[in-house]
């Protein structure tokens, strides 16, 4: 079991950079998935990035080459850092986590981005 905190949210404008943190409740060196999704009302929930323990990252197409993932396994942490930041990546971010590789079962509470100038 492990229980996910999300912080970092806030209110940016076009172009600016964020950096999202995850803190967890015990360590996470074991856990073979942790990730990143975020959630627009009306909209089907993405998965934004992910990484692996051993440090293999995958991007959704929207995200490449503006944001990367990265955790720290000393401080049981994660996070998403977010540069050039557009409007349409203004929604609720989640972290997760899928410690045997099946399923994503350890949602935060979120934390909001919104992008607007």
């Known amino acids: 079991q492990v229980q996910l905190v999300e912080s970092g949210g806030g209110l940016v404008q076009p172009g600016g950079s964020l950096r999202l943190s995850c803190t967890a409740s015990?360590?996470?060196?074991?856990?073979?998935?942790m990730g990143w999704f975020r959630q627009t009302p009306g909209k089907q929930r993405e998965l934004v990035a992910q990484?692996?323990?051993?440090?293999?990252?995958t991007y959704a197409d929207s995200v490449k080459d503006r944001f990367t993932i990265f955790r720290d396994n000393t401080k049981n942490s994660l996070y998403l850092q977010m540069n050039n930041l557009k409007p349409e990546d203004t929604a609720v971010y989640y972290c997760?986590?899928?410690?045997?590789?099946?399923?994503?079962?350890?949602w935060g509470q979120g934390t909001q981005v919104t992008v607007s100038s």
């Open positions: 997760n986590a899928d410690p045997g590789g099946s399923s994503w079962d350890y």
């Open positions: 015990r360590n996470i060196f074991t856990i073979y998935l």
């Open positions: 990484i692996r323990s051993g440090g293999i990252t």
